[in-house]
């Protein structure tokens, strides 16, 4: 498991029937591409988030696949539409197969 990996959430608390809200996501995480070398001249092995999804009520939202060339620290943005009360379940895939989660509820009237 890659040290210092915090993943960070921002969903509206409440929303109307059928409303579009936006969700930003952000991973702390160094992504290392396993191309670069430390100072012995070895490669730094590849560590990289590869894989984000995002879940309302048990469907897809959205799922992403990331490769070495995406930055440290990955961050999404994005609008779901929300039909009705419900849990948005979000989850990072790292290379060494740690698996972060992170759920958010929203209320809708």
Request: glycine content about 6%.
């Amino acid at each position: 498991m890659a040290s210092g990996v915090k993943p960070r959430v921002k969903v509206p608390k409440t929303a109307s029937a059928g409303e579009t809200i936006e969700i930003k996501t952000l991973i702390s995480h160094t992504m290392e591409s396993g191309q670069r070398k430390d100072s012995d001249g070895n490669v730094i092995p590849r560590s990289i988030i590869n894989r984000f999804t995002a879940e309302f009520n048990g469907q897809n939202v959205i799922d992403v696949t990331l490769e070495p060339a995406i930055s440290t620290n990955p961050y999404f943005q994005f609008e779901a539409i929300v039909p009705e009360t419900g849990e948005f379940k979000f989850i990072w895939y790292d290379d060494d197969g740690s698996v972060y989660e992170e759920t958010k509820a929203i209320s809708v009237s």
